[in-house]
């Protein structure tokens, strides 16, 4: 059982910058996909960015070039770096992992709030 800790989330400006960590219970150099989805109020979970152990990424298009995503397999910790933030990304967002022969986990959400 992977436990799954989100930290990072707060309320934040339009324009302005959060990093958003999650931290696995083991070591994620054997967790195949690690990543952040989001759910806003009133609309559906969706994909924000994953991240895989042979490197490779994907993002939902529009956050491409605004949203970062990385592992640390050393802290065992995944990070979402979030630049010029607008309203529409306010949301709880969560953390995912994928574990071969073990299937998925989620944490417990983080809220991220952009508003002036």
């Known amino acids: 059982q992977v436990q799954l800790v989100e930290s990072g989330g707060g309320l934040v400006q339009p324009g302005g910058s959060l990093r958003l960590s999650c931290a696995a219970s083991?070591?994620?150099?054997?967790?195949?996909?690690m990543g952040w989805y989001r759910q806003a109020p009133g609309k559906q979970r969706e994909l924000v960015a994953t991240t895989t152990t042979d490197g490779s990424t994907n993002y939902l298009d529009s956050l491409k070039g605004r949203f970062t995503i990385s592992r640390d397999n050393a802290k065992n910790t995944v990070y979402l770096q979030m630049n010029s933030l607008k309203p529409e990304d306010t949301a709880v967002y969560y953390c995912?992992?994928?574990?071969?022969?073990?299937?998925?986990?989620w944490g417990q959400g983080t809220q991220v709030t952009v508003s002036s």
């Open positions: 083991e070591s994620i150099f054997m967790i195949y996909v």
């Open positions: 995912y992992a994928w574990k071969r022969r073990a299937g998925e986990y």
